[in-house]
């Protein structure tokens, strides 16, 4: 079976990359110019915004997609696949707003958040193993991972390797797209069969559109407060 989505959520989920990622890149661009202690507070704060963003999105996404059953996200790999993220999009951040972007820091800053995202996104997929029997093509990977490498590379280069850069509007706009472009890339090559267990399939405690909900409200508080918080007014 291949999946199909709602679009309202897949709407959501693009409005949640787009938020996040505008906070993150605001808080990011702050960096090269900041002093300890700011510098890390800005720094923890850029990686855990756009870590939510990408997370949000994809756990959005995933409530998105038209499952003909009801479906159980395991706690482990779904906190796992967030955590990673955090890291590599730190790790990205850092990288690209530590010195000059030279070709090779933007190509390291780029290929380190482009795996994040995949990283995250098939981390994610992993949550739903007992509810689906999944099945990803690989040339469906491949094209989601050079979808997110790409991307992220513009956006980093429009943010940090530009010496009068666009509104960071744009930045987080080619960002957003990113993240979403990788994942409904990497969803299009899925197919899946559903796992019958012994009590037959329960109706969840949420519906997919409430759980969302919750979900978009809780990003957007999060990176509201950063927001208030770390960028100057």
């Known amino acids: 079976m291949s999946v199909t989505h709602e679009p309202w959520l897949v709407a959501q989920s693009l409005l949640m990359a787009f938020q996040g990622s505008f906070v993150g890149l605001n808080l990011a661009i702050q960096v090269r110019q900041a002093v ?3 510098r890390r507070l800005l720094l923890a704060g850029a990686a855990l915004t756009l ?3 990408i997370w949000s999105m ?8 038209q499952l003909p059953m009801a479906v159980d996200f395991l706690i482990l790999p779904t906190l796992l696949s967030f955590l990673v993220c955090v890291l590599v999009v730190g790790i990205a951040v850092f990288a690209a707003s530590n010195a000059p972007l030279t070709p090779l ?4 800053a780029a290929f380190v958040m482009g795996s994040g995202i995949c990283t995250m996104h098939y981390l994610g997929m ?4 007992e509810s689906l029997h999944m099945r ?3 040339l469906y990977i491949l094209a989601s991972f050079l979808i997110a490498f790409n991307a992220a590379g513009l956006a980093i280069w429009l943010l ?9 509007v744009v930045s987080a706009a080619v960002l957003a797209l990113a993240i979403a ?6 969803m299009a090559g899925l197919t899946f069969e559903p796992v019958q267990t012994a009590g037959g399939f329960l109706a969840p405690a949420l519906s997919a559109g409430m759980l969302a909900i919750i979900v978009s409200c809780v990003a957007f508080l999060v990176s509201g407060l950063f927001l208030l918080a770390l960028v100057p007014a």
């Open 126 to 129: 992993y949550a739903l193993h």
């Open 160 to 168: 940090f390797g530009l010496g009068r850069r666009p509104p960071i």
């Open 36 to 38: 300890a202690p700011r």
């Open 105 to 108: 820091r933007l190509g390291l």
């Open 181 to 186: 472009a990788m994942h409904y890339t990497a």
């Open 51 to 53: 870590a939510l963003a």
């Open 136 to 138: 990803h093509d690989p």
């Open 58 to 65: 994809h756990f959005v996404g995933m409530l998105a997609a």
